[in-house]
């Protein structure tokens, strides 16, 4: 999947405004979680807690805040080789089970997921009552050994499973960034999309007669679970994967459908459109930008929205009494992120010291450290988001010049200056 959005403001040119006509429904605003507080709200989210629960994983799931926690606005979840309480591996499943549930809605996640091996990392749902299988299973979010999944199981146990590689999905580059699942479900139908494209439609007649009592399992309501296992009958071999492997959750939002005047929202080069009531907060998210580029901001083509920051390449829209259509806008981005500040004493082996400034994307300090150049202290630079990072080294020592760094994890630096 490729769908790059195109770049610019001066595409707005090449949409018609179109006079508002009202729909009778639409999407409503409900709840939401932004893992914005200081900590995880234990009112919504338990956890489970225990040795290889299930599928043979490796990991030993805890409530440790090593292992869950709020971190820069997002929920982190980490997976740890500790050897904690006498296993390997730990990780944390969390679950609104007895404290949350849904039956229908529509329902997003903007999150960014491991992709190495040994990372199965999962956004599901399980009914309240009824049990597994015959409760059914929905897998709105799943990925192990190269492959998202986007699975819905009904009460014999029987899957209905596409998938999608990440290969297809554009590779690393992919993973390096955040992404919108979103599962839609009322009485007829389960959607399951990635990035605003459809990949598992599910017409819920299929499972009439499978659930508990010969019911349908999918219209009764259910709980959500978000969980990173590892290894197992399908994560794959995570002995040489370097740790933690890292699952991070901006956002979970639940809308509801009302039978109010709505109106249609079209959202250019992102996630988002669909019928919603006026007033109501819609999500919109620009799509992943190509390479080279990043995400510019945000411009109104019509109906006057009101979208709570321009610059936030995942924002809030207010919905108008009327129509409306946004466009997301990228620029090229920057390759002078890592700036060199003065170069610091000698080794034998010819590495030397250089201290640098480090910037994100849109120019702000995040870090001072120092680097030993072709030795890198791989922890030094612990604490930086994930992403995209480029060095040039200015004189003073032998490795001077210029090269690609690319970081994978907050902990981990690849790669060397040359």
């Known amino acids: 999947m490729s769908p790059w959005p195109l770049i610019g403001t001066a595409i707005a040119v090449m949409f018609l405004h179109a006079p508002a006509s009202a729909l009778v429904g639409g999407w409503k605003f409900s709840w939401s979680d932004e893992f914005s507080g200081p900590a995880i709200d234990t009112s919504v989210w338990g956890y489970e807690s225990g040795y290889s629960i299930r599928n043979q994983e490796l ?23 500790d050897n904690w309480n006498g296993h390997e591996y730990s990780s944390a499943s969390r679950r609104t089970m007895k404290k949350k549930s849904w039956l229908y809605g529509k329902f997003e996640m903007r999150a960014q997921i491991d992709i190495r091996l040994g990372s199965w990392p999962a956004w599901w749902w399980l009914p309240n009552i009824g049990g597994w299988p015959k409760g059914g299973e ?63 439609h599910y017409p819920l007649a299929n499972a009439d007669g499978t659930g508990p009592g010969g019911g349908n399992p999918f219209r009764q309501p259910g709980y959500m679970l978000v969980n990173q296992a590892i290894g197992g ?78 610059s936030a390449a995942s924002a809030t829209l207010t919905m108008p009494a009327g129509d409306a259509s946004v466009t997301a806008t990228y620029k090229t981005q920057g390759n002078m992120v890592i700036r060199s500040v ?32 072709a030795a890198i202290n791989k922890k030094s630079l612990a604490g930086l988001a994930p992403g995209a990072y480029f060095v040039q080294v200015s004189g003073g020592g032998p490795k001077a010049g210029n090269g690609p760094i690319k970081m994978l994890h907050p902990e981990v630096l690849e790669g060397c200056m040359r």
């Open 59 to 81: 990991e030993n799931y805890t409530n440790r805040p090593e292992n869950s926690r709020i971190d820069n606005g997002n929920l982190l979840i980490q997976a740890l080789r």
């Open 138 to 200: 929905i897998d709105m979010m799943e990925f192990y050994q190269g492959k998202c999944l986007f699975n819905v199981m009904d009460g014999n146990g029987k899957w209905q499973s596409p998938t999608r590689t990440v290969s297809s999905l554009d590779g690393s580059l992919w993973a390096d960034n955040f992404h919108v699942w979103t599962w839609e479900w009322d009485s007829t139908r389960i959607d399951l999309s990635l990035d605003g494209v459809l990949i598992n």
């Open 233 to 310: 009958i399908n994560g794959g071999d995570p002995s040489a994967t370097a740790f933690p492997i890292n699952y991070r959750i901006d956002w979970i939002r639940v809308h509801t459908w009302s039978n109010e005047t709505a109106y249609t929202l079209t959202v250019n080069g992102g996630v988002g459109s669909g019928p919603y009531i006026p007033g109501t907060q819609a999500s919109i998210t620009a799509l992943m930008p190509s390479a080279g580029q990043m995400f510019d901001k945000w411009v109104v083509i019509s109906g006057g929205p009101t979208i709570d920051s321009m």
């Open 342 to 373: 003065s170069s610091m004493h000698g080794f034998p082996n010819g590495d030397f010291n250089q201290a640098v400034e480090i910037y994100n994307v849109n120019g702000m300090l995040v870090k001072k450290t120092v680097l030993k150049i």
